[in-house]
């Protein structure tokens, strides 16, 4: 089984500026893959998408790739 990537590298809170991070978790469409797919677990994943959503709408990530 993956380990956490968040607990792996102590991170306690996923910013949604840190773009680079939130890259990693996302297809080459731009969608957020599930957490069966990164090993995130699930409480961060719900973090995790709410931060990537909180990116999309200032802009900072695409809401599709093209």
């Known amino acids: 089984m993956k380990q956490d990537y968040f607990s792996a590298n102590n991170i306690k809170h996923i910013d949604y500026k840190d773009?680079?991070?939130l890259k990693k978790f996302l297809n080459p469409n731009g969608k957020i893959m599930n957490h069966r797919r990164t090993g995130v677990t699930a409480?961060?994943?719900?973090?995790l998408s709410a931060a990537v959503k909180h990116?999309?709408?200032l802009g900072l990530l695409p809401f599709v790739a093209k």
């Open 19 to 21: 773009i680079e991070i």
């Open 43 to 47: 409480g961060n994943q719900r973090k």
């Open 55 to 57: 990116a999309r709408f």
